[in-house]
Each structure stands twice: as structure tokens, then as C-alpha cells.
């Protein structure tokens, strides 16, 4: 039988707090912080925000955040307009309903693209994440023939 969790309002703050098990505070980076003080109803019992209730699963529930992909196409617009509107970041990102941060780093990576400012390109941070898969690969392959060698050593004497 799961055990349902009600919010409730602290005094005085404008917070929502879900009362837990003890348990949860092993589950919960949030709850271990909070465990040392009391609960709304002055309880001694780790609580939880609202953001990060726990079932008796232990997986998370509630209010969970899905992060949404967006096209290229869709970034070098939203940059475009960055750079023509003389929009600050955040009143653009605002009226896309996307994150400021997101956009800012979406205008940064394309100055660095343009040769505006200094970092890794676009281009350099593929190649250099396709080298690194090929890196990968050819480890797992050398510590393969690594172990073949020394299974045929052993079986041979």
C-alpha cells in the first residue's frame, strides 16, 4: 500500500514541504539538508520540497522537469534575433519561452563559431568528441587482443 504524501504550506513562507520517512533522506540530497531541521507541523522528520517527492518505489514523482531539444535551425534564429533585435538575452528568451541561460549559451557557442570570441568551435568540439569514440574503440579493442594474447599464452605452456 503506497503511502500518499499531502504539501504542506510552511508559515510564513511562501514554500510547500511533503513530510517523508526517514528513509527518503538516504534518497534525497534535499532531504539529508533538511533533515536536521523540524517540519512545518515542528515534527523532527526529514521533509521534502515539492520538487522532489519520493514514492515508496523510490523513484521520483512530482514535478519533474523534461528537457526539451531544440533544432539548429530553431538556435541560429533565436541568436538571430538576439544580435538584430537589441533585445537583451533575457527579454528574447522570454518571449520564446526558453530558458535565458540556454540562449546565452546558444549566442556565446555562435560568437565563437564566428570568430568573434575565443573557445571551441562547433566543428573542433565534433571532431574532437569523434576522436575521442575512436579513442574509445580502439582501447577496448587493444585490451581485447591483450586478453586473447595472455588466454593463448597460459593455454599454450
Do not use: Y
Not at 540530497?29 to 519520493?54: F, N, Q, R
Not at 586473447?148 to 599464452?153: E, R
Amino acid at each position: 500500500m503506497a503511502q500518499t504524501l499531502e504539501p504542506v504550506r510552511a508559515p510564513g513562507t511562501a514554500h510547500l514541504f511533503v513530510p517523508g520517512p526517514a528513509t527518503q533522506a538516504a534518497i534525497c540530497p534535499a532531504a539529508v539538508v533538511l533533515a536536521t531541521d523540524k517540519t512545518p507541523s515542528g515534527a523532527s522528520e526529514p521533509w521534502h520540497t515539492a520538487d522532489c517527492i519520493h514514492g515508496s518505489d523510490g523513484q521520483q514523482h512530482g514535478a519533474q522537469r523534461t528537457r526539451r531539444k531544440f533544432s539548429a535551425e530553431f538556435k541560429r534564429e533565436a541568436v538571430e534575433l538576439v544580435r538584430t533585435s537589441g533585445k537583451s538575452i533575457a527579454d528574447v528568451a522570454a518571449e520564446l519561452g526558453i530558458s535565458d541561460t540556454s540562449l546565452g549559451n546558444w549566442v556565446r557557442q555562435a560568437r565563437v563559431d564566428d570568430g568573434e570570441r575565443d573557445g571551441v568551435s562547433s566543428d573542433e568540439r565534433e571532431r574532437l568528441r569523434t576522436l575521442e569514440q575512436e579513442n574509445a574503440h580502439l582501447r577496448m579493442e587493444r585490451d581485447l587482443l591483450k586478453r586473447t594474447v595472455a588466454f593463448w599464452v597460459k593455454e599454450s605452456t
